[in-house]
């Protein structure tokens, strides 16, 4: 089975800095998605950059950027010149390639990880 | 702005009392999920509607059961909820589901059980 582990619960990052959220995961698919999902305090959960296994060429949104090395099964997402609207809970997940109609296509998340940002 | 919508954002229910929570989407998507996430917890899938058709998870509860009458419209039924239940519950669209497509989020409610 599929899981995805982020190994820090809470981070902490000074405004304008850097800071890297970390992410395994573990599969034995060839194809799939692995997502970072941002979550505001009470508001909705959003996508903040995602990534085609097949791709090697890292994904990059503005600010936000990952770091994905396949054979490792790691996918971090950096996030430079923080902000305090950047401040949330963080969901790696990880997603069979295809077009499923059942269990198989399920998105996995991992624990999240609660990115505070200090001004 | 196209979205997905929860109602209410914060129920309140008792012990075995049933209770629906309620999602509308004006993307037009074919696919609606529901989500529970547990506090410190991952959200994790219940269902998914692929328009008119279910797909229950294997392991969710037989307590909890799903409605879709038209595209617009997906309902989440608690018939007797427990303290365990006590979570918040997430809605999402896509427009298939294939992995390239998206997945929008509803903000959610989150369900207290006295």
């Known amino acids: 089975a599929q899981t995805v582990t982020q190994s820090q619960p809470e981070m902490s990052v000074q405004e304008a800095e850097t800071v890297t959220l970390s992410c395994t995961y573990d599969t034995s698919e060839s194809d799939y998605y692995l997502f970072w999902y941002k979550q505001p305090p009470s508001r909705q959960m959003i996508l903040v950059i995602r990534?085609?296994?097949?791709?090697?060429q890292n994904a990059t949104e503005n600010r936000f950027s990952v770091n994905f090395q396949k054979a490792a099964k790691s996918f971090s997402l950096k996030i430079s010149d923080s902000q305090l609207g950047d401040a949330a809970m963080y969901f790696c997940?990880?997603?069979?390639?295809?077009?499923?109609?059942?269990?198989?296509?399920?998105?996995?998340f991992g624990k999240g990880t609660k990115l505070s940002v200090k001004p | 702005d196209a979205m997905v919508i929860q109602n209410p954002r914060y129920q309140v229910t008792q012990f075995g009392k049933p209770v629906t929570l309620s999602c509308s989407q004006t993307l037009n998507h074919n696919v609606m999920y529901w989500y529970q996430q547990k506090s410190s917890q991952a959200p994790k899938l219940l269902f998914h509607y692929y328009d008119k058709d279910f797909n229950n998870e294997a392991d969710t509860p037989d307590n909890f059961q799903s409605r879709r009458p038209n595209t617009s419209f997906c309902f989440l039924d608690i018939r007797s909820p427990g303290l365990g239940d006590a979570a918040m519950y997430l809605c999402?669209?896509?427009?298939?589901?294939?992995?390239?497509?998206?997945?929008?989020f509803g903000p959610g409610t989150r369900l207290t059980v006295l």
């Open positions: 990534q085609e296994a097949y791709k090697q």
């Open positions: 999402a669209t896509s427009r298939g589901l294939a992995t390239y497509n998206e997945q929008f």
């Open positions: 997940a990880y997603r069979p390639g295809g077009n499923y109609g059942g269990s198989q296509g399920n998105l996995i």
